[in-house]
Nanobody, 121 residues
Framework: QVQLVESGGGSVQAGGSLRLSCAVSGYSYTRAWFRQAPGKEREGIASIYPSGSTVYDDSVRGRFTISQDRAKNMVYLQMNGLKVEDTAMYYC??????????????????WGQGTQVTVSS
């Protein structure tokens, strides 16, 4: 059973930065970050493969960077230029497979508990 623990969320003013971390126990191939704002569906925003190849949603491309340390079994999300609309609960998710659609929620069976990010104007 893969377990995921996120950390690093918090409150920040618009334009600020935060770095989220996800500790992964167990095997994973594709790794991703999702977020869910109040009243909205959970959406995939960034994913990374073992090769380091990444996929980003248009809403965060150029502002957020996903990275990993596979030796430490960690996944990170560096968030710069935060906007009020980035306010959401952020989740780490992993899959043992190489996913053709890595930002699709249905592709993942292992999820963390989430960490809250709040951006104020």
């Amino acid at each position: 059973q893969v377990q995921l623990v996120e950390s690093g969320g918090g409150s920040v003013q618009a334009g600020g930065s935060l770095r989220l971390s996800c500790a992964v126990s167990g095997y994973s191939y594709t790794r991703a970050w999702f977020r869910q704002a109040p009243g909205k569906e959970r959406e995939g925003i960034a994913s990374i493969y073992p090769s380091g190849s990444t996929v980003y949603d248009d809403s965060v491309r150029g502002r957020f960077t996903i990275s990993q340390d596979r030796a430490k079994n960690m996944v990170y999300l560096q968030m710069n230029g935060l906007k009020v609309e980035d306010t959401a609960m952020y989740y780490c998710a992993v899959s043992p497979a190489s996913l053709p659609h890595p930002l699709a929620e249905r592709s993942y069976a292992s999820w963390g508990q989430g960490t809250q990010v709040t951006v104020s104007s």
